[in-house]
């Protein structure tokens, strides 16, 4: 069977039938704006709503006229074995349905968007997978490609064509951008949905915070972008970035922005999302665990247990420029109060500083946790007091935990720990 896509103009259709295959059929034609006429022995009412060219009567050979397509969806072999005798005789195409080595034409599973169709067809051999297929791309093609190919169809009626204008407005409908939070670096703690995004995108863009195993459930096919960003070691700027991820969607290419943690936990991701919402880029967001929440659970620490802490606060110590970040001190003070520093570790002195010139409590405890949920996670705890000396040699990348919770460390259960 050789496939050729075409569409038919002024062509006689009958469909023979008229039950719940034939009633799938005339819906399929109905959709398309596809003139057909019914010739059924039992007309039902349901057909009635996609056509009202019905006749009720057995179906004979003086009933072919000059019809140029003919369905066949009665399951009556005896009508089958007439219409192939007739189809010899007659200038005609036959389609047999669910019998697809008498067919000359399949009907295809269709998307449609306005002007615009999309065929998927298997030849015959299962309408299941084309069902499957078309509504899979569906969900990946941009509604806004219908107003666009209406837009060019009236342009066409003035002959006025633009092929590269149209094709660089098509890719950027189809471009699309996931910021997709990738965690502490388990990949047992990506979302379900993180992991299918990352297996099927065109291009993955590459903090220096993702972890190993995570880079390696990218396909080897898959291009990568490394626009890794440090505290005090931008190796690319953000606009640089978001200038990056703009280039790439507007090829009409899928892109996976991989964050560590979350993307909208002090990870820039908002910005990102800003840039091409700004630029009509499809975007989504993905979330992620961040460590603020992950490293404390990870290590033995519940950050809103009850009897040790009411509040839960989430701070950074460092601001862009490098600058540090101290206006959360006096939440030091706070009692029943868990304080979560993210980029801290680096600004133990001035911490402790800022601390001792409000009077928070030196006897305050905090956990210094690194690189949570990894093969190499460690934990070291202390007080306000010690803080410099227990960050001191803290591997990167850290956070500081503060209060009371820091106390249930060792009763809780650790990452990796079987109890």
């Known amino acids: 069977m050789?496939?050729?896509?075409?569409?038919?103009?002024n062509k006689k259709i009958l469909l023979i039938g008229a039950g719940k295959v034939a009633l799938q059929k005339a819906k399929v034609l109905h959709n398309n704006n596809i003139d057909f006429e019914v010739l059924a022995q039992d007309i039902t009412t349901d057909i009635e709503e996609f056509t009202s060219k019905l006749t009720q009567k057995k179906f004979e050979s003086s009933d072919l006229q000059d019809y140029q397509i003919v369905i066949d969806a009665t399951g009556n072999k005896n009508v089958t074995t007439l219409l192939l005798e007739l189809k010899k005789q007659k200038n005609l195409l036959l389609n047999v349905v669910d019998v697809p080595e008498l067919c000359d034409f399949y009907f295809a599973s269709l998307v449609q968007y306005g002007p615009l169709k999309i065929?998927?067809?298997?030849?015959?051999a299962s309408p299941t997978i084309t069902q499957v297929v078309r509504d899979k791309i569906k969900s990946m093609l941009p509604h806004e490609l219908e107003q666009l190919t209406e837009e060019k169809l009236q342009l066409r009626k003035q002959n006025i064509i633009e092929p590269q204008k149209t094709k660089e407005q098509t890719q950027k409908l189809l471009g699309k951008v996931y910021l997709v939070g990738c965690g502490t670096g388990d990949v047992e703690l990506l979302t379900l949905k993180a992991y299918r995004i990352i297996q099927s995108v065109d291009v993955v863009f590459i903090d220096h915070l993702i972890a190993d195993e995570i880079l390696e459930i990218i396909p080897k096919e898959t291009k990568r972008v490394f626009v890794g960003k440090q505290k005090g070691f931008h190796s690319v700027k953000q606009e640089a970035i978001n200038e990056l991820l703009l280039e790439h969607a507007q090829q009409g290419l899928s892109i996976a922005r991989l964050k560590s943690g979350d993307p909208y936990i002090f990870g820039r991701g908002s910005e990102e999302a800003i840039s091409m919402v700004e630029n009509n880029i499809q975007v989504e967001v993905i979330p992620g665990i961040?460590?603020?929440?992950?490293?404390?659970?990870?290590?033995?620490?519940?950050?809103?247990?009850?009897?040790?802490?009411?509040?839960?606060?989430?701070?950074?110590?460092h601001l862009?420029?490098?600058?540090?970040?101290?206006?959360?001190?006096?939440?030091?003070?706070?009692?029943?109060?868990?304080?979560?520093?993210?980029?801290?570790?680096?600004?133990?002195?001035?911490?402790?500083?800022?601390?001792?010139?409000?009077?928070?409590?030196?006897?305050?405890?905090?956990?210094v946790i690194s690189n949570?949920?990894?093969?190499?996670?460690?934990?070291?705890?202390?007080?306000?007091?010690?803080?410099?000396?227990?960050?001191?040699?803290?591997?990167?990348?850290?956070?500081?935990?503060?209060?009371?919770?820091?106390?249930?460390?060792?009763?809780?259960?650790?990452?990796?720990e079987i109890l």
């Open 2 to 9: 050789k496939t050729l896509p075409i569409v038919l103009h």
């Open 119 to 124: 065929a998927v067809s298997s030849g015959g």
């Open 290 to 317: 961040s460590s603020a929440i992950a490293a404390p659970l990870l290590s033995g620490i519940a950050p809103t247990a009850r009897g040790y802490a009411t509040n839960l606060s989430i701070v950074s110590a």
């Open 320 to 367: 862009a420029g490098n600058r540090v970040n101290l206006e959360w001190i006096p939440l030091l003070k706070y009692t029943n109060h868990t304080i979560v520093v993210l980029m801290g570790v680096s600004r133990a002195k001035e911490i402790k500083e800022c601390a001792i010139k409000i009077g928070a409590d030196l006897d305050k405890d905090v956990a």
């Open 372 to 416: 949570a949920s990894r093969k190499n996670q460690s934990v070291k705890i202390g007080t306000l007091a010690n803080l410099e000396e227990i960050c001191e040699n803290a591997e990167r990348p850290a956070l500081l935990v503060f209060g009371d919770v820091v106390n249930l460390h060792s009763i809780l259960p650790k990452y990796g």
